[in-house]
């Protein structure tokens, strides 16, 4: 059965602080991973990965995938109280999700000033 | 604005009560994707749609049912309602199921609550 285990489930920092959030995954013919932000509704888009060991980077936020050994890292450094969300990571295969996405349960960020 | 458009934004009603939620995709997405997110169990995957054929379940209950309009938007509905049913419920669309790896745009979400 395809799973995401994110870790830690909480995290709470100070402004300023470097962070490392931690995804592992199961997943019938590998696709592709995503990570998104949920700050109050709707997900958004972060980045997506489909190769080993290329990092992709966006601002602050950073990201790079181990296919050999299935997981993934979101960093996040100078952290703002903006970045104060729930952090999700989702896997997508070719076969038993179907091409759906599968989430794991998220990491919850809480940065204090 | 994501394009993906979720109604109602809240909805609260009785146990035993049947509800609607409907979702309109993002302009050009064919593919239609219903998600249940709950305290505990994170986003959870109910069905997927593609240009009106159901092309995946998930871990839907027998109490809920879907569909997909020629007009592309799709409906969620839910029968004899129980407490554990509230959560929100997300709506994303996606170009074509095999796109669907790319990811999805999701709407702002249906908070259900059951009391």
């Known amino acids: 059965e395809d799973k995401v285990v994110q870790s830690p489930l909480s995290l709470v920092v100070h402004e300023g602080d470097t962070v490392t959030l931690n995804c592992s995954y199961e997943v019938t013919n590998f696709r592709s991973l995503l990570w998104y932000k949920q700050e109050k509704k709707a997900p958004t888009f972060l980045f997506m990965l489909?190769?080993?060991?290329i990092e992709k980077k966006s601002g602050r936020l950073s990201s790079i995938l181990d296919k050999k050994e299935l997981f993934s890292i979101l960093n996040i450094t100078a952290t703002q109280t903006g970045d104060s969300a729930v952090y999700l990571c989702a896997v997508s295969g070719y076969g038993g999700s179907q091409g759906n996405l599968i989430f794991g349960k998220g990491t919850k960020l809480s940065v204090k000033p | 604005d994501s394009g993906v458009t979720q109604t109602p934004k809240h909805l609260i009603t009785a146990t035993g009560q049947r509800v609607t939620l409907r979702c309109s995709p993002r302009s050009g997405d064919l593919s239609v994707y219903w998600y249940q997110q709950s305290l505990d169990q994170g986003l959870q995957f109910l069905i997927q749609y593609y240009n009106g054929e159901e092309r995946a379940k998930g871990n839907i209950l027998e109490r809920f049912s879907a569909q997909q309009f020629p007009d592309l938007h799709s409906e969620l509905n839910l029968s004899s309602l129980e407490l554990g049913d509230s959560a929100l419920y997300f709506c994303?669309?996606?170009?074509?199921?095999?796109?669907?790896?790319?990811?999805?745009?999701f709407g702002s979400g249906t908070r259900l609550t059951v009391v």
């Open positions: 489909t190769s080993s060991g």
């Open positions: 994303a669309s996606s170009v074509a199921t095999w796109t669907a790896g790319y990811g999805y745009t």
